[in-house]
C-alpha cells in the first residue's frame, strides 16, 4: 500500500507541474517583456552611448537662434532630434563638429533634425564661429547658460538623440564622431520608423 500511495503522489504531482508550467510561463513572460531592449540599444552602447532603459521626457525650454527668433525643444517632435550642447572655446566641441555638419548633410530629406546649443556665449561670438566654419546645421543660443546645470552638468560637448515624440532615449559625453556609418544607419532606420 505504501508503494501504491507513493506511486499516486507521484503521478498526482506530475499532473499538477503538468499543469502548473503554463502558468508559470504566461505569469513570466510579461516580466521578460518588461525588460527587452529596444532594437537600438545595443548597436547605440557599441558605439559609446548610453541608452536610456526607458525614453523619457524632459520638461521643454526655448533657445535663440542665430537671428534672434524663439524656438521651443518640443519644436522637434516627428523627428529624430540630435541634441547637442558645445561651446565655441571646447577643442572636444570643435572637433566634432565637422562630423556633424556631415550628418546634417547626410540625413538631408529624412525626419531628422539637429539641435546645436551653444552654452554660456555671446550671440556675436558664436555667430562668427559658425560662418567662419561654415556651419549649416541648426545653431541656437544659451547666452545666460540656463541649460548646462540639467543637460551638461558633467561637461561638453553632451549629446542626447530624442525620439520623434520629443524623448530622450540615449545620450553621451565627449567627442564622437557622428558621421561614423554605423551611426548613420541607426539614426537613418530610428528616422524612417
Not at 500511495?5 to 504566461?26: E, I
Not at 520638461?59 to 535663440?64: A, G, H, I, L
Not at 566641441?93 to 529624412?110: N, R
Not at 555671446?122 to 555667430?127: F, G, S
Request: hydrophobic share 40%; proline share 8%.
Amino acid at each position: 500500500m505504501y508503494t501504491h500511495t507513493r506511486a499516486s503522489s507521484r503521478k498526482f504531482l506530475m499532473q499538477g507541474l503538468v499543469l502548473l508550467l503554463p502558468l508559470f510561463f504566461l505569469a513570466s513572460a510579461p516580466v521578460q517583456a518588461a525588460v527587452e531592449r529596444p532594437w537600438y540599444a545595443q548597436p547605440l552602447e557599441a558605439l559609446g552611448f548610453y541608452v536610456f532603459d526607458q525614453p523619457f521626457e524632459q520638461p521643454n525650454f526655448t533657445v535663440s537662434t542665430l537671428t534672434g527668433s524663439v524656438k521651443p525643444r518640443t519644436a522637434t517632435k516627428g523627428n529624430i532630434t540630435l541634441l547637442n550642447f558645445w561651446a565655441t572655446w571646447c577643442p572636444p566641441c570643435k572637433q566634432e563638429i565637422p562630423t556633424i555638419q556631415k550628418l546634417h548633410d547626410t540625413m538631408k530629406g529624412e525626419k531628422f533634425e539637429i539641435m546645436a546649443i551653444s552654452l554660456g556665449e555671446p550671440p556675436a561670438t558664436v555667430k562668427s564661429f559658425v560662418e567662419r566654419n561654415k556651419i549649416s546645421f541648426p545653431v541656437y543660443l544659451d547666452p545666460k547658460n540656463t541649460l548646462s546645470a540639467v543637460y551638461a552638468s558633467r561637461g561638453i560637448p553632451t549629446t542626447y538623440l530624442l525620439d520623434k515624440n520629443g524623448k530622450f532615449i540615449a545620450g553621451i559625453i565627449g567627442a564622437f564622431e557622428y558621421d561614423n556609418p554605423a551611426f548613420i544607419s541607426i539614426v537613418k532606420e530610428l528616422s524612417r520608423r
